[in-house]
């Protein structure tokens, strides 16, 4: 699986795909991370990518022509989906995490400034996500969550596939369980009694209660 960023910090991309799991599903060739640096396709000799909006507002948005030069730039793409970080977007949740994992190719547009001309949304990409009713600085941040959570499944990329069986926000459950390990006891404050107590359908019920 492929994922390609379109970014003006693309060395924040390459970071990202250099450690943990991550780096490490890469080394095995499960999935690909690519970065395609925004600035290359801006216009002029200073390389314009942003500009003032039309009618007034505060700050700067992003023109359309880098960013769908940017996108061109990748060729067509097999089985391909491309997303705009969007704060007005659908809410990133596990099952659309298990939506896009069945796409070969994924194109996210990170935004930066007070975000992308409209065109963008309306006529370049497949569809706007977001990744929580907050403001970051930009899409890369948002964007990596969903690789993380796309990638652990695709197959092999996890080293331990059983984690995959009960997963927090999964079809049957909402949270997460409370778990514990060693010690028994620390601070005085004890693990409960029944997860101590090799009775696999009690703490089968304690866990999904």
Same mark, same amino acid.
């Given at each position: 699986m492929n994922f390609f960023f379109i /970014?003006?910090?693309p060395k924040l991309v390459r970071a990202f795909a250099?450690?943990?799991?991550?780096?490490? +599903?890469i080394k095995d060739s499960k999935i690909q991370i690519q970065s395609v640096d925004l600035r290359k396709f801006g216009i002029g000799k200073h390389k314009k990518v942003d500009d003032?909006?039309?009618?007034?507002? +505060?700050?700067?948005?992003?023109?359309?022509?880098?960013?769908?030069? +940017?996108? %061109? /730039?990748?060729? @067509?793409?097999?089985?391909c989906r491309k997303i705009l970080l969007s704060p007005r977007g *659908?809410? =990133?949740?596990? &099952? &659309? +995490? &298990? !939506?896009?994992?069945?796409?070969?190719? #994924?194109? =996210?547009? $990170?935004?930066?400034? @007070?975000?992308? !001309?409209? %065109?963008?949304?309306? =006529?370049?990409?497949?569809?706007?996500? $977001?990744?929580?009713?907050?403001?970051?600085?930009?899409?890369?941040?948002?964007a990596f969550a969903m690789t993380e959570a796309i990638s652990r499944l695709v197959p092999g990329v #996890?080293?331990? *596939? !059983?984690?995959?069986?009960?997963? /927090? =926000?999964?079809?049957d459950l909402d949270q997460e369980y409370p778990q514990y390990t060693r010690p028994e006891e620390f601070e005085g404050h004890s693990v409960p009694a029944v997860l101590k107590s090799g009775h696999h359908q009690n703490v089968k019920d304690w866990r999904n209660k």
């Open positions: /970014s003006l910090h250099q450690e943990g799991l991550i780096a490490r +599903a003032r909006p039309y009618g007034g507002g +505060a700050g700067m948005l992003l023109r359309p022509e880098p960013i769908v030069e +940017a996108m %061109r /730039s990748l060729g @067509e793409l097999p089985n *659908q809410i =990133f949740n596990q &099952k &659309k +995490a &298990k !939506d896009l994992s069945q796409y070969e190719n #994924l194109i =996210f547009v $990170c935004g930066r400034y @007070e975000g992308v !001309d409209e %065109r963008v949304a309306e =006529f370049y990409v497949d569809e706007e996500i $977001c990744v929580g009713p907050y403001v970051l600085m930009g899409g890369e941040v948002g #996890l080293g331990n *596939q !059983d984690s995959l069986a009960e997963e /927090s =926000f999964g079809e």
